[in-house]
């Protein structure tokens, strides 16, 4: 993990949107726009990646949720209703994001420019396997002890 914060590209050239929460959701997570709330205020709902496979192409832009503002870490859920905003990347940002070891384990590794596919399902990044349809993310660093429920690596938004 590079710094404190999800987004930490200098000049971020991807775009920063607000929302509304649907799950317990931690910053880092790659998520994406399920519905428009049901509150009139027109934001969409952002709940975790969930596609038919590991590593398909999302419905829409890759999207990362962000850390709460003043006062909240990257380690502080989010729960349904909260108010978020999420960033869509462009190529080549940078992000601190959640990869998950293989499986249920832990100590799996991460080395600089080791590509990931979003897991469906959880919104979290695994290592690349099988052919998948998208690898949106390369680490930027080494990261020795990769757990299952998720690890902030930071990573480069790759835009394939």
Same mark, same amino acid.
């Given at each position: 993990?590079?710094?404190?914060?999800?987004?930490?590209?200098?000049?971020?050239?991807?775009?920063?949107?607000?929302?509304?929460?649907?799950?317990?959701?931690?910053p880092g997570?790659?998520?994406?726009?399920?519905?428009?709330?049901?509150?009139?205020?027109? #934001?969409? @709902?952002?709940?975790?990646?969930?596609?038919?496979?590991?590593?398909?192409?999302?419905? $829409?832009?890759? %999207?990362? #949720? /962000?850390?709460?503002?003043? $006062?909240? !870490?990257?380690? !502080?859920?989010? @729960?349904?209703?909260?108010?978020?905003?999420?960033?869509?990347?462009?190529?080549?940002?940078?992000?601190?994001?959640?990869?998950?070891?293989?499986?249920t384990g832990?100590?799996?590794?991460?080395?600089?420019?080791?590509? %990931?596919?979003?897991?469906?399902?959880?919104? #979290? /990044?695994?290592? @690349? !396997? $099988?052919?998948?349809?998208?690898?949106?993310?390369?680490?930027?660093?080494?990261? @020795?002890?990769?757990?299952?429920?998720?690890?902030?690596?930071?990573?480069?938004?790759?835009?394939?």
């Amino acid at each position: 993990m590079k710094g404190s914060k999800v987004l930490i590209t200098e000049e971020p050239r991807g775009r920063i949107k607000a929302g509304i929460v649907s799950g317990a959701l931690l910053p880092g997570t790659i998520v994406q726009k399920t519905a428009v709330a049901a509150d009139g205020n027109g #934001l969409h @709902t952002w709940g975790v990646y969930d596609r038919a496979a590991d590593g398909e192409r999302p419905a $829409g832009a890759y %999207a990362i #949720l /962000l850390e709460r503002g003043e $006062g909240y !870490t990257y380690a !502080t859920a989010y @729960t349904t209703g909260d108010h978020c905003e999420v960033y869509i990347p462009l190529s080549g940002d940078e992000v601190n994001v959640l990869w998950s070891a293989s499986g249920t384990g832990t100590g799996d590794s991460v080395a600089v420019g080791d590509l %990931a596919i979003v897991e469906d399902g959880t919104g #979290l /990044l695994i290592d @690349t !396997t $099988g052919t998948p349809e998208s690898e949106p993310f390369a680490s930027c660093e080494v990261v @020795t002890d990769v757990v299952a429920a998720g690890t902030m690596v930071w990573s480069e938004y790759t835009g394939h």
